[in-house]
C-alpha cells in the first residue's frame, strides 16, 4: 500500500515542522493520554465503585501484556521499510485506532460485575496494550529519528514537551478540576460524553503530526544500505550491556514511579488533604502555581542546557525537586505552603521536562557510534515498557494502598421519578392550587435521604450534608481517616523527595554528552564512506 507522503522536504528541520508535527499534532493523543494517567482511576472507584482485589491485580496483569507487545512493536518499526520512514507509518494507523479504543474505555455495560471486568479488561489492553502502545513508539521515536543537529534536535524536544505540558499542566490540571470535574461528579453518561469528544479530537490532530514530521536519520541509514538484521536477544544484550543506556533506563524508571504515583494521588490529595471533594479551586491552584514555572521553562532550559549541558541542569534540578516535594510533604495540608513547594518542585523539574528527550538521543548516537548499529526501535521498545508498565503497576499498588487504608468512595444519591397520586375530587378543587404547584414543581431535596443512610451507616460526610444544594443528584463525599490521608500524601508528594535524591546519584555517572559531536561526526562519515561507489578494478 502506498503511503501518504509527508509534506515535509527540506534536509534542514523547518518552522512548519516544529509547530505543526511536534507541537499541534501529538496534543490530542497526549490530551488523552493525560486525562487517563489522572482521571480513569477515578472513574473506576468514584464511577464504577470497583473495590477490592479486581482493580489492583488486574493493571498489573495488563501491563504484562503490555509488555509484550511493546517488545513486539520495537521489533516491526526497526524492521519496517518504507519510504515515509519505519515509524511514521505506524503513526498514520494510531491516528484511528486510539480514538475508537479509547471511548471504548469508558463505555462499560450496565451488566453484572462478570461482564463488567471483563469489557474493563479487554477494553484497558485494546487502549494500552494496542493503540497506544503503536501511538507512543512511533511519536518517541520522531524527535530522535528527525535530525542528528543536536541544536535542533533539541530544539523539537522542548517543543514536544510543551504540547506534554499544556495538556496535562493546563488544560488536565487546571481547567478540569475547576470546570469539568464539579458539572460531571459521577454521573457515568456526562463521563462517556466527555471522552468521546477527547477521544475523537485525536484523530485529526495525529494525522496533523504524521504529515508534518521527516524522519531523516532513516533517510540516511537507508540510503547507505543498512538494515538492522540482528536477533533481538543480540539487540538487548547490545542495550543492557551499554552503560549510558542503563544508566538512561534507570533514570527513566525511577522518575517514572514518582511521577505516575504523583498524577494518580493528584485528585484524591486536592478532594481530601488539602481541600474538599471537587470544590473547583484546590486543585486548580496547586496546578496554577505549580505550572507557571513550565512556562518560564520554554525560554530558560534550553540556553540554559546548551551553555552547562544537558545533564548538568538536569541534576540540579532534581536537588530543587527533592527539597520542594519535602517542604509539600510536611505541611501537607497548609495551602500556602504546597505551592510554594509545588512550585519550588516545578522549576527543578523543568530539565527533565524539556530535555528528556534530547538526551536519550544522544545516548542512541553513541550505542551507534559504539556498535555501528541503529536500535531506535528496541530502544523505545524499552522506553515505553517502562512508561506503561509504571502506569498499571502503579495504579495497583495505589488502589491496594487505598483499600489498606480504609478509604470510602463518595455516595451519589438520585431523586426518584416523582409519583403522581391523583386526589379525590372535593380535595383536588379545595386545593387546586397546591397540587398543580406540587406536580409542576417537585422538591428534589435528598438531603434528609443522604443524612439517614449516612448516619445507619456510621459514615461521616467532609462537609454537613445540610450545606449541600437540593438537586436531583447529590454526591457526598467521606471524611477518610488519618491513615487515608497520609497514605494520599506519599503518593503525591512524599516519594519524590527519595527519587528525587536517587536521580541526582544516578545523573552523576550520565555524561554522554561528552565528546558526542566527535562521535556524531565519526558516524556521519562511516555513513557517506558507504554511500560512495565503489571503483572497478583495473
Given amino acids: 500500500m502506498k503511503l501518504p507522503k509527508s509534506l515535509v522536504n527540506s534536509p534542514n528541520v523547518t518552522k512548519k515542522e516544529k509547530w505543526l508535527g511536534y507541537l499541534l499534532g501529538p496534543a490530542g493523543a497526549l490530551l488523552l493520554n493525560a486525562v487517563l494517567a489522572t482521571y480513569l482511576n477515578v472513574y473506576y472507584t468514584d464511577v464504577l465503585k470497583l473495590t477490592g482485589a479486581f482493580i489492583v491485580v488486574f493493571p498489573m496483569i495488563s501491563k504484562v ?23 511514521r507509518p505506524w503513526l498514520l494507523l494510531s491516528a484511528f485506532l486510539v480514538p475508537i479504543t479509547g471511548i471504548l474505555l469508558f463505555t462499560v455495560p450496565e451488566s453484572n460485575e462478570t461482564v463488567k471486568a471483563i469489557w474493563i ?97 532513516t533517510e540516511e541509514t537507508t540510503q ?42 493528584l485528585v484524591y490529595y486536592c478532594n481530601y488533604v488539602l481541600g474538599t471533594y471537587n470544590d ?29 549541558g544537558k545533564r548538568n541542569v538536569t541534576m540540579v534540578g532534581f536537588i530543587l525537586y527533592a527539597a520542594g516535594s519535602l517542604i509539600c510533604w510536611i505541611f501537607r495540608s497548609n495551602l500556602v505552603m504546597v505551592l510554594i513547594g509545588q512550585f519550588i518542585k516545578n522549576i527543578g523539574g523543568l530539565p527533565c521536562a524539556y530535555v528528556f528527550m534530547a538526551l536519550f538521543a544522544d545516548c542512541l548516537d553513541h550505542v551507534e557510534w559504539k556498535t555501528d ?22 495504579t495497583g499498588v495505589f488502589n491496594w494502598m487505598l ?19 391523583l386526589p379525590s375530587a372535593p380535595d383536588f378543587f379545595s386545593n387546586i392550587g397546591t397540587h398543580i404547584h406540587s406536580w409542576l414543581q417537585p422538591v428534589f431535596d435528598l438531603r434528609a435521604e443522604a443524612s439517614a443512610f449516612l448516619s445507619a451507616n456510621g459514615l461521616i460526610p467532609q462537609i454537613p450534608v445540610e450545606s449541600l444544594q437540593p438537586a436531583k443528584i447529590v454526591t457526598v463525599a ?20 527519595f527519587t528525587g535524591i536517587a536521580l541526582v546519584a544516578i545523573l552523576l555517572f550520565l555524561n554522554v554528552e561528552k565528546d558526542l559531536p566527535k562521535k556524531q561526526a565519526e558516524i556521519k562519515a562511516r555513513h557517506e564512506a558507504k554511500n560512495e561507489p565503489k571503483q572497478e578494478e583495473v
Fill in 478 to 497: 467521606m471524611q477518610q481517616s488519618g491513615g487515608v490521608n497520609g497514605m494520599i500524601s506519599f503518593a503525591f508528594v512524599g516519594l519524590e523527595v
Fill in 224 to 265: 547507505a544500505g543498512e538494515e538492522t538484521k540482528l536477533p533481538f536477544l543480540r539487540q538487548m544484550k547490545i542495550l543492557f550491556t551499554d552503560r549510558y543506556m542503563l544508566l538512561m533506563y534507570a533514570y527513566f524508571l525511577l522518575y517514572t514511579v514518582g511521577t505516575t504515583l504523583k498524577n494518580i494521588g
Fill in 121 to 217: 479488561m479487554v477494553s484497558y489492553n485494546l487502549f494500552y496494550s494496542f493503540a497506544y502502545t503503536i501511538f507512543n513508539m512511533s511519536h518517541g521515536l520522531m524527535v530522535p529519528l528527525s535530525t542528528r543537529n543536536s541544536t535542533d534536535r533539541g530544539g523539537l524536544s522542548v517543543f514536544n514537551q510543551i504540547t506534554t505540558i499544556m495538556m496535562s499542566g493546563i488544560l488536565v490540571a487546571l481547567i478540569f478540576p475547576m470546570l469539568i470535574m464539579p458539572a460531571i461528579g459521577v454521573d457515568k453518561g456526562k463521563w462517556i460524553t466527555l471522552m468521546c469528544i477527547i477521544s475523537i479530537v485525536a484523530l485529526p490532530l495525529t494525522l496533523l503530526e504524521y504529515f508534518f514530521t521527516k524522519e531523516r536519520v
Fill in 403 to 421: 483499600s489498606g487504608s480504609g478509604y470510602i468512595a463518595p455516595t451519589e444519591f438520585k431523586m426518584a421519578a416523582p409519583q403522581i397520586v
Fill in 280 to 308: 473547583g479551586i484546590t486543585q486548580m491552584l496547586v496546578s496554577v502555581i505549580g505550572g507557571i514555572p513550565m512556562g518560564i521553562g520554554i525560554f530558560a532550559v534550553w540556553p540554559l542546557a546548551k551553555r552547562f
Fill in 373 to 394: 548499529v541503529r536500535l531506535d526501535g528496541a530502544a523505545m521498545s524499552i522506553y515505553n515498557i517502562i512508561a506503561v508498565a509504571m502506569v498499571g503497576i502503579m
Fill in 65 to 87: 501484556i503490555d509488555a509484550i507487545t511493546n517488545v513486539i512493536m520495537g521489533q516491526v518499526i526497526d524492521r519496517t521499510r518504507t519510504k515515509e520512514g519505519k515509524a
